[in-house]
């Protein structure tokens, strides 16, 4: 598997791509989030590479969502987005060359 981007533009921002140990958020132990106002993607550093690539289409996913609307983001539909994205573009590599 190839390596993790370290940058990313979506929409009108560039992200930065970074990995870190321990994410927490209350108590609870986050595979990542997406830092909007400084325009950051923070993933477990601890996570597997598969892991590591669902988490950042699920935090893309948020990122595209916040550009459209700041509204708070239903969880479901972005695992279900974020997912079904990473898993149509490795079935079907010919879709990258597009």
Same mark, same amino acid.
């Given at each position: 598997?190839?390596? &993790?981007?370290?940058?990313?533009?979506?929409? #009108?921002? $560039?992200?930065?791509?970074?990995? *870190? +140990?321990?994410?927490? $958020?209350?108590? *609870?132990?986050? +595979?990542?989030?997406?830092?909007? +106002?400084?325009?950051?993607?923070?993933? $477990?550093? $601890?996570?597997? #590479?598969?892991?590591?690539?669902? !988490?950042?289409?699920?935090?893309?996913?948020?990122?595209?969502?916040? %550009?459209?609307?700041? +509204?708070?983001?239903?969880?479901?539909?972005? %695992? !279900?987005?974020?997912?079904?994205?990473? *898993?149509? &573009?490795?079935? %079907?590599?010919?879709?990258?060359?597009?």
């Amino acid at each position: 598997m190839k390596s &993790l981007p370290k940058s990313l533009r979506i929409g #009108p921002f $560039d992200y930065e791509v970074k990995l *870190q +140990s321990g994410l927490f $958020d209350g108590g *609870q132990r986050l +595979s990542g989030h997406c830092k909007y +106002s400084v325009s950051e993607i923070v993933l $477990d550093a $601890d996570a597997g #590479p598969q892991a590591q690539l669902a !988490t950042l289409w699920h935090e893309i996913v948020h990122a595209l969502i916040s %550009n459209a609307d700041d +509204s708070k983001h239903d969880e479901a539909l972005v %695992n !279900t987005l974020g997912h079904g994205i990473m *898993q149509v &573009l490795r079935d %079907n590599p010919e879709l990258k060359k597009l």
